[in-house]
């Protein structure tokens, strides 16, 4: 066996299992993170005093019944009524308010169907002319800055690599947006991979034909 052969074989486990023990490990933060909601409930209500013993996952069951439940109150008039008192109420506390408003927007924006933000990869010109970086088009810009600039804008989010939850967001004229025929998944696993994942070659590296 040579050594080309090893490597073809070490490499091709490690791509089975590094992704595979990490999404594990992920799962397991989260179910770990969730269960601690348990906490919240008095200690009588809770397995180890019912039942003697916990249950692992219990908190993802009882957190998605509460969400479910919540959602299910809140689309009613009485619920939507205690919504807007509330928000009523935190609009008048200066930093809270400022930190309300932004996330619920950025949740409207990702969790409502009706939006378009997140749905169209683009190839604009950054951060000088002729280097091409992948962006998320988000919206058009707001009409103010189109008078302003003389051109119709659009609003481009470009995410920071390996991390795309953080980045940058540019207004750039409609001309120079270069519209992909490319899924957001797949665009986002190539800025995570540091553009090692492409569409055309993901099942290729598995398979062994990069190597």
């Given amino acids: 066996m040579t050594l080309i052969k090893l490597r073809k074989y070490l490499i091709t486990g490690l791509l089975v299992w590094v992704p595979l023990g990490i999404t594990i490990l992920v799962i397991k933060l989260l179910v770990d993170l969730l269960d601690k909601t348990l906490l919240l409930l008095p200690q009588a209500l809770r397995p180890e005093t019912l039942i003697g013993f916990d249950i692992p996952g219990l908190g993802i069951i009882l957190t998605t019944l509460f969400v479910l439940i919540s959602g299910f109150i809140i689309t009613n008039f009485t619920g939507k009524r205690l919504i807007l008192w509330g928000e009523e109420y935190v609009d008048r506390i200066p930093l809270v308010r400022s930190i309300y408003s932004a996330l619920k927007q950025v949740t409207e924006t990702v969790l409502t169907s009706d939006k378009n933000s997140f749905r169209q990869v683009v190839l604009i010109e950054y951060p000088r002319k002729d280097i091409w970086t992948i962006g998320f088009q988000t919206s058009d810009s707001p009409e103010e800055f189109n008078q302003l600039t003389g051109n119709k804008l659009l609003t481009v989010f470009v995410p920071t690599t390996p991390n795309p939850t953080s980045g940058y967001v540019l207004m750039v004229p409609e001309q120079e947006v270069k519209k992909l025929d490319m899924d957001v998944e797949d665009a986002l696993k190539m800025v995570?991979?540091?553009?090692?994942?492409?569409?055309?070659?993901?099942?290729?590296?598995?398979?062994?034909?990069?190597?």
């Fill in 192 to 211: 995570m991979s540091l553009g090692v994942v492409t569409p055309n070659n993901r099942h290729s590296l598995l398979k062994g034909n990069s190597l």
